[in-house]
């Protein structure tokens, strides 16, 4: 029903910033709340944070709290994470995901774009 698209992904040194974005299919964007998760080599995936949504509510993984924003702009089907101080432990493939479950948070999602490379040297 939805289709993500991850871009944004990239090599940069430790202390630097990126600018994920995830292009949505479909006009009901605004139905989903949104996440992003990660998954490094040899580990499990880990949910990053995720936004409701309006927009209007964020809620973020412990250590990525006051590094890490997500965002959204509804008219552009378009969900946005900013990493800034990044560290080599955030190194990871980065997955958007779309939950169509109601409540806040989701726990569950249904729709997973195909990730992003962050490679986050020292």
């Known amino acids: 029903q939805v289709q993500l698209v991850e871009s944004g992904g990239g090599l940069v040194q430790a202390g630097e910033s990126l600018r994920l974005s995830c292009a949505a299919s479909?006009?009901?964007?605004?139905?989903?709340?949104m996440g992003w998760f990660r998954q490094a080599p040899g580990k499990e995936r880990e949910f990053v944070g995720a936004?409701?949504?309006?927009?209007?509510?964020?809620y973020y993984e412990l250590s990525v709290r006051g590094r890490f924003t997500i965002s959204r702009d509804n008219a552009k089907n378009t969900v946005y994470l900013q990493m800034n101080s990044l560290k080599p432990d955030d190194t990871a493939v980065y997955y958007c995901?779309?939950?169509?479950?109601?409540?806040?948070?989701?726990?569950?999602?249904?729709?997973w774009g195909q990730g992003t490379q962050v490679t986050v040297s020292s």
């Open positions: 479909g006009r009901t964007f605004s139905s989903y709340t």
């Open positions: 936004v409701s949504r309006s927009g209007g509510s964020t």
């Open positions: 995901a779309a939950s169509g479950r109601a409540g806040w948070p989701a726990y569950e999602y249904d729709y």
